[in-house]
């Protein structure tokens, strides 16, 4: 069963510290989503890439975040230095941006619950 | 532009009883809907999608959406809701053609009542 595998599950942290979060796609999909989810926001869009490439990386704050797939089946999310209003659900997702029958379906990790104190 | 809106931010039915939560859609393009759930401490899980096909769309768990175009809605619905459907659920649009315009509504809190 094909699925976005997202680590670490759980991650606690000090404020200051570098927090790296990774994803593996599903295999074969060339679209990776970045969403973070809070209480106060909702889903937020960070970054997607498309065949590796970024597309948007608007909605993620570029002082301390940075995102990068080194290869096809690795994504990073990577907050460097977290602070405690970075405290959210991260997910990944992954898709086949190639539209049509497909509908652009997209297929979520569990998240990478972070708490930065 | 597209956006989405849930007429509802929580729903409280009782267990057997008819579910429905409301999503309208506005999009400048010919839409992509979908709706998703999430269940406490989950990631997001697709329950159903709507192309360009059939406009009464079956997904899993005996839910089903209707897309109206005139009414520009994509409402879900379930004839007897179960105790296991307490969750958060999404209504989402995107162009159909491109991931370019995803967008998520705000959620519909779903609690079921024994």
């Known amino acids: 069963d094909a699925r976005v595998t997202q680590t670490p599950r759980h991650k606690v942290t000090e404020m200051g510290q570098e927090v790296t979060m990774r994803c593996q796609p599903i295999?074969?999909?060339?679209?990776v989503f970045w969403y973070r989810q809070t209480m106060m926001q909702g889903l937020e869009l960070l970054a997607y890439?498309?065949?590796?490439?970024?597309?948007?990386d608007s909605g993620m704050p570029k002082d301390r975040f940075s995102a990068e797939m080194p290869d096809a089946t690795l994504a990073t999310l990577k907050i460097q230095p977290s602070e405690p209003r970075d405290s959210a659900v991260y997910f990944c997702a992954s898709g086949l941006g190639s539209g049509g029958v497909s509908g652009n379906t997209i297929y979520f990790g569990e998240g990478s619950w972070l708490t930065v104190v | 532009a597209q956006s989405v809106t849930q007429l509802d931010s929580h729903v409280s039915v009782s267990e057997g009883t008819p579910v429905l939560l409301r999503c309208n859609y506005s999009s400048s393009y010919s839409p992509s809907l979908f709706w998703y759930v999430q269940h406490p401490n989950k990631g997001l899980q697709l329950l159903l999608k709507?192309?360009?096909?059939?406009?009464l769309v079956k997904g899993i768990n005996g839910f089903e959406a209707e897309f109206k175009k005139s009414e520009t809605s994509f409402h879900l619905t379930k004839p007897s809701a179960h105790m296991s459907d307490a969750a958060e659920y999404f209504c989402v649009v995107s162009a159909k053609t491109s991931y370019d315009k995803v967008i998520f509504g705000p959620g519909t809190s779903l609690s079921v009542i024994p």
């Open positions: 890439f498309r065949n590796r490439a970024p597309l948007d």
């Open positions: 295999l074969g999909h060339n679209t």
């Open positions: 709507y192309t360009s096909a059939a406009t």
